[in-house]
């Protein structure tokens, strides 16, 4: 993926990020979203390892042995921070106080099913948080891009990996285009500039809704 | 980077609070007992409600003007044994009452407030609690299936709160408030103190700020809260 | 009950509460034990509304309005105090960390069941924390007088009553005589001074297990 | 009136863990890892171990130890991606894991620590994880049930304690070690500090005592403790 199709991406998923939320960031490009959200808005940082309220991550020079986030990566409190248990922890995520979580993908369905933890043989460090943030946050949306490295579709008509969890994407963001899981199908709602529609179409592995009319990008 | 804030005033507040509703109350006797949004809760007068808390506080208190208010057709507790008026509502037929054990209605509270449906426990086997409950297995042992105590609202009673709702609870005040803080859809705390956030040191938080929804302010407290009549 | 009858039940309990014990003494007469127990000794004792460390009790005027214990009398920290909620409370329970909890009783057994929390028509205020208090303190004592107000034994063969938990009683004291429940029956093990055992037998709803020999007076 | 006194030395504490025992580990990462009583249990070298942990460490620290030593025969976690010998063992079939959801994880150790016998989730309905578990209704909604979690010992770290074993845990240094160390028949702490019995307010116990049965002071911290290796 281009650098610049990557931040574009990150950006587009930040501006669902509102004020008043509680947002749980997935490790790896997830957690990058943040540095596109705007630093002023009030909003509350979930970590499974026990945190709400995370604050910037710091070097490990300046860093509390004692405070790293779910991806290992040393972070700072902020005014208003909290620390609790592993339990308390999923306790939020499950009762449905996360607003928001944004994840990772191997692959996704129209019909929402996600698969992002195990790939049969070849990769399987085992499910972490991942299934309980995907099946009971209010909302779940996924960054990955549109096709694999060989140019595979990674957005499908059906998963075939073990499912992470069923039905639980509400949105996919990629490098091509933003796209909601609705009762009808996958629907077309935004495009990434300069993307020609047809390319989106061909390298979606899932029959698209696209709207008629202009499409707004991003 | 900044916190929500989650200040309401109690009028609004407990507005939301609908006929029929389910109402968790915190507090076991006076400690940990919101008071001041009981008192809100029956200036409003919404009827028809099912009241959750671990005792019917003593006459004149807390739970007892909903009960002499007529608010509550039904109230969920371990023990009833200090209020006379909730024992006799209860003989007369006019307070429907479901007893669980104290730890046992803890944790369905806690249960819920973690999301989960429900739990097994062998405590009540052989006595008259098991009756009519459903019986599950778990490794070769037989115990009772315990179902998640949710509700509609939470109403708490904090020491001191930040803006963004984490709570700190004094001593004994504590007791079923943090579990059914996460145990609702909406929570309502009231704290005798608010601060700033980051006053609190996070790990002196008792309940998460996630947890809280609305936050209300004790400008002074009453006279009920340091008084225990027997 | 004559208050050195009761005063001796009460200092007799006491003895079995050992150095390093958590205990829970429950509501009105066991939690009186206390007072005979020896100050310099070191124990933990819970209270079910979330204390381990419970210090003695205090008068109104002195009181912390936040700091009751169980039974709704003002209490005050020690040194070691800690506060927890409710759920954590009756964990230390069920999972078994209580070594010793006293308890009052309706009725006991001689198989160890025991009543006390409900006479059908006429006194249901709850059942409170009795039954899982009963059912897994590693040891439960129960402190009663042998016989009712009007003569009738307190400790049968069977309850009569709605149980509190089923075989859970590993010893009786009473104003006249400990008892001890053991497989083979319910034994008589010490008995009051001056009181004589033809009228403990007497006083007793089942059959008691008289050792040989002269027994123990306390 | 005085509390009981926990202190004990690391030597006797970890002697007590015997061949075949199962062993909760706290931390998540280095965070909260009881690394110095891990390094006594390596020296002591029980084998056969059952170790319960949210994820294997990294190579080089912590149970990469004893996996290394050949002390593990099953591990319990939510993930190892982090350690390549964890990964490389279970691949070769040298050691037998089980895979558990983290906040299912928690769960169940607390659900075993609350005494207990097991819960009901509709977490992982519909994936593989719910394959070949027993499923239960609750008031119309089905679920997986999950048992509790015990274990012989919990090993777990604490930034402060007091003498009657008080816990205090750090930042995000607590994770599971609360759970764990309700949920084991042993708990073992080490402290970084440890002090007088009253000198930890009493709102302020993470860990109350009556969970801990043997407390062990740090008397220096090991340079692994303030690392991450990546």
Known sequence: MLSDARERMLRRAARDILPGMTVNLGIGLPTQVLHHVDRTMAICLHSENGIAGVGPQLSPEEADRNLIDAGGAYVSPIAGTSYFDSAVSFAIVRSGRLDLTLLGAFEVAGNGDLANWIIPGRFSPGVGGAIELAQKARRVGVLTTHTDKRGNPKILERCTLPLTAAACVNRIYSDMAVCDVTPEGLRLTEIAEGVDLQDVIDATGTTLIVPDGPLPTF | ?230
């Open chain 2, 1 to 230: 980077m900044a916190m929500p804030d989650k200040s309401a005033d109690i009028g609004s507040a407990i507005a939301r609070i609908h006929d029929g509703a389910s109402v968790m109350l915190g507090g076991f006797g006076v400690p940990g007992t919101p008071f001041c949004l009981i008192e809100e809760l029956v200036r409003q007068g919404p009827k028809n409600l099912t009241i959750i808390k671990n005792d019917a506080n003593e006459m004149g208190m807390g739970v007892d003007w909903l009960l002499e208010n007529g608010q509550v057709s039904k109230l969920v507790a371990s023990h009833i044994g200090l209020n006379a008026r909730a024992i006799a509502m209860m003989n007369d037929g006019a307070l429907s009452v479901e007893f669980v054990a104290q730890g046992i209605l803890a944790e369905r509270i806690r249960i819920a407030g973690a999301g989960l449906l429900g739990f097994v426990t062998d405590i009540g086997m052989g006595t008259p609690l098991a009756e009519g409950k459903q019986q599950v297995s778990v490794n070769g042992v037989t115990g009772i299936l315990e179902p998640a105590l949710k509700a509609d609202f939470a109403l708490v009673h904090a020491e001191t709160a930040d803006t963004f709702g984490n709570l700190f609870y004094a001593a004994a005040a504590r007791n079923f408030n943090p579990l059914m803080a996460m145990a609702a859809h909406c929570t309502i705390a009231e704290a005798e103190t608010i601060v700033d956030q980051g006053r609190i040191k996070p790990e002196n938080v008792h309940t998460p700020g996630p947890f809280v929804d609305q936050l209300v302010t004790l400008k002074q407290l009453p006279e009920v809260y340091g008084v225990v009549r027997r």
